[in-house]
């Protein structure tokens, strides 16, 4: 079963957001945001904008 998980890291004088897709990727923003669930909105965002990503991680899923 594949996971996603949303986190976010001290960045500065905020957090940074990250999506880490399970043996795939994980993708951190540019930005930083003044709290941690800002971050974590951020990255949950950016996620739901890259369906694709998603999609595929089923697939690889179904075919094993």
């Known amino acids: 079963m594949a996971s996603v998980t949303l986190s976010a890291t001290p960045k500065g004088n905020g957090f940074q957001a990250t999506v880490s897709y399970d043996g795939w990727v994980s993708i951190s923003s540019?930005?930083?945001?003044?709290?941690?669930?800002?971050a974590i909105s951020a990255a949950a965002i950016k996620m739901l904008d890259m369906p694709e990503r998603l999609e595929a991680m089923d697939r690889e899923d179904q075919a094993v």
Not at 30 to 38: L, V
Request: a negative charge; glycine letters at 0%; proline letters at 11%.
């Open 30 to 38: 540019a930005e930083t945001y003044p709290t941690m669930a800002e």
